[in-house]
Nanobody, 124 residues
């Protein structure tokens, strides 16, 4: 049974930092793409960042490039999202996702497994 468990969300002031974690279990994820998405109230789920376990390629949404960094720890089967210079518009529920995909990393429909989400709130 595949499980993705996010943690690390919270309330932070604009300009601050948070690090989200996603602990994955239930299968070998070495061939998977691990992604972070977010969804604000009344908005669609949007792509934030993704990491391919094998090879380490990473992808970012333009809105977070230069501020957010995705990384992974193979030994712990955990993916991280370091978020710096946070803005109020980054406020959302952040979801971890996993999928066996080679294209379309920015489309949430291509991912097979999802975590329950963690709330990030950035105050101005």
């Amino acid at each position: 049974q595949v499980q993705l468990v996010e943690s690390g969300g919270g309330l932070v002031q604009a300009g601050g930092s948070l690090r989200l974690s996603c602990a994955a279990s239930g299968r070998t994820f070495s061939s998977y793409m691990m992604g972070w998405f977010r969804q604000a109230p009344g908005k669609e789920r949007e792509f934030v960042a993704a990491l391919r376990w094998s090879g380490g390629s990473s992808y970012y949404a333009d809105s977070v490039k230069g501020r957010f960094t995705i990384s992974g720890d193979n030994a712990k089967n955990t993916v991280y999202l370091q978020m710096n210079s946070l803005k109020p518009e980054d406020t959302a529920v952040y979801y971890c996702a996993a999928g066996r995909l080679y294209n379309g990393v920015r489309y949430y429909g291509n991912y097979d497994y999802w975590g329950q989400g963690t709330q990030v709130t950035v105050s101005s």
